[in-house]
């Protein structure tokens, strides 16, 4: 008969991350009888929570900006992944100065805390964290995300960007550890469960799995990603948790190799090797080249006989994470980049503009002046776009089905699919830069047969019934870079007016100016897609 020893599943280590002490009153040290117990006033989880959010929706990690960087020293990258890279350093200085958020997507706020069993708060921890999610996101240029359900198909923003997802551990000891999270609509559609089976667990079908799933993925979620990939798991749920974790660099200190016992480990063969399949779908940093991820998390866990889930998610270009801890010491929150402009170099290769497009003409002359240019030529937009995104979609699908027909703006001017996080006194626009154009694909025929979305701009890769409307309507589908949200908001939006909706806050329709306004020819009215090949003859 076996003994028992007891194996945590995931093995902590040391902490090596960087705090620095914030200037809240420690929790005091009461004695219970012959325990000694830490008391700590719940006022501090409201006051450590805005930090935390304050800080993680203008500034990013050291280490994924010298990933950035590095993109722009290495001679294989291609010039539109150094293109990119370039805009988001500059999106990274300019969100540094917290006025405007580094995405206009700001999150859904999530919360994890591992809390020691003797401290004590008295309150329930949920409520005073939402407390400084609410006033964070009041004070702050954060954009409501949240849709509260009325009914089954009724949905209203609830105003607050509440609820968040708040999930609070019980542990021994007297130290409190949290991790904050902003995760934007975009990076988060992204995450995958396959229930899969025995059969994968060997080197051929492992890769043929991978390289489909790696091209499943997309530029949708503003890559270069921090790509998570976790094989095994107790359960669906924990697989996913995993992933997600994993993408925040949470799980980066774990055994590298497994034992008999279960316990969870880091595969850094297989990391590499992901990373160079990558690289071999020349995907890039979202208009192809090499840098389709930064870099890859692989973790192993334990198995039903029964099971093999495997789980895949990605932290993207907002790579919006912060750790913090509450000990005897103090109120300790993770140190993030306050000073990215010197990652930038004051020249680089990517500094030419590409080719500048008028809007301020017949949707006609535009149209006959796409067509001459092949896909992936980099456009800088001049001039008004109308912004509209799934719920006014819907509506003007809506309209379209009782007979009003399209509005004329849908026909005049071209379709950018976003949506503004709140703007800052003094300027013309909040942050603002695209969402997944993949959401409005089943309306684009319709649309387009009414002379409406000749030219829509986004980001990410469309489907093949976009590509078909577009060589049968003559329309074109611009991508926009999906990251650099901050940077669009500042220098290339002038002006920002509602047409239409007002009552659907972000969603609202709205009427835009632009300058220089950078974006690339993704599919043309010929059938080329840039992601896809001859879409519309195939």
Request: charged share 25%.
């Amino acid at each position: 008969m076996s003994s028992f020893v007891y194996q945590p599943l995931f093995e902590s280590h040391e902490d090596h991350t960087h705090y620095r002490k914030l200037p809240l009153p420690a929790p005091q040290l009461e004695k219970w009888g012959n325990t000694s117990v830490l008391r700590l006033d719940p006022d501090v989880l409201v006051q450590l929570c805005e930090v935390a959010f304050d800080d993680v929706s203008h500034l990013l990690r050291t280490s994924h900006l010298e990933k950035l960087a590095a993109i722009l020293k290495d001679p294989e990258a291609s010039s539109n992944d150094r293109f990119v890279a370039v805009e988001l350093l500059k999106n990274a200085v300019i969100a540094a100065e917290r006025i405007f958020p580094s995405c206009q997507d700001t999150g859904t706020a999530l919360v994890m805390g591992k809390k020691g069993e003797r401290l004590i708060t008295g309150v329930d921890d949920v409520e005073w964290l939402s407390r400084g999610i609410f006033q964070i996101y009041q004070k702050r240029n954060l954009r409501f995300s949240q849709l509260a359900p009325l009914s089954m198909y009724e949905e209203k923003n609830t105003g607050t960007n509440l609820p968040a997802q708040i999930e609070i551990f019980s542990r021994p000891g007297q130290d409190y550890d949290l991790l904050f999270i902003a995760k934007g609509g975009g990076s988060a559609n992204k995450s995958y469960l396959y229930q899969k089976t025995k059969s994968v667990l060997n080197p051929g079908s492992m890769e043929a799995f991978v390289k489909e799933a790696l091209s499943s993925l997309g530029t949708a979620a503003c890559p270069p990603y921090h790509l998570a990939f976790v094989v095994g798991g107790t359960s669906a749920e924990m697989t996913l948790k995993t992933v997600k974790l994993a993408s925040c660099g949470y799980y980066d200190d774990l055994p590298t190799s497994g034992n008999p016992k279960g316990r969870a480990f880091r595969d850094l063969e297989m990391e590499g090797q992901i990373e160079k399949w990558a690289q071999e779908t020349k995907i890039g940093a979202q208009f192809g080249g090499k840098y389709f991820v930064h870099d890859v998390r692989v973790i192993r866990l334990p198995r039903h006989g029964a099971s093999c889930p495997i789980g895949i998610g990605v932290s993207c270009s907002a790579d919006r994470q912060i750790k913090a801890k509450i000990t005897s010491e103090g109120i300790f929150l993770e140190q993030l980049e306050e000073n990215p402009a010197r990652f930038l170099p004051t020249h680089h290769q990517s500094s030419e503009k590409g080719l500048a497009l008028d809007l301020n003409r017949p949707m006609k002359e535009i149209l006959d002046e796409l067509h001459k240019l092949p896909v992936s030529t980099r456009v800088m937009l001049n001039g008004p776009l109308i912004v509209a995104r799934d719920i006014a979609h819907a509506k003007i699908l809506e309209r379209i089905q009782s007979g009003k027909g399209i509005p004329e703006y849908f026909k005049k001017y071209p379709v950018y699919y976003a949506g503004p996080a709140k703007t800052p006194q003094g300027f013309p626009s909040g942050s603002f830069g695209p969402t997944t154009s993949q959401r409005m694909d089943p309306y684009v025929p319709v649309f387009q047969k009414e002379g409406g979305s000749l030219i829509m701009l986004g980001k990410g890769n469309r489907t093949r019934e976009v590509t078909e409307s577009c060589k049968k309507f003559g329309g074109f589908y611009l991508g926009s870079i999906g990251g650099p949200a901050a940077r669009l908001g500042k220098d290339c939006i002038t002006r920002v007016e509602v047409l239409e909706y007002p009552e659907l806050g972000m969603e609202a329709i709205w009427k835009i100016e632009v300058k220089d306004f950078p974006a690339f020819i993704i599919v043309d009215d010929k059938g080329n897609d840039f992601f896809g090949g001859r879409g519309g003859e195939e």
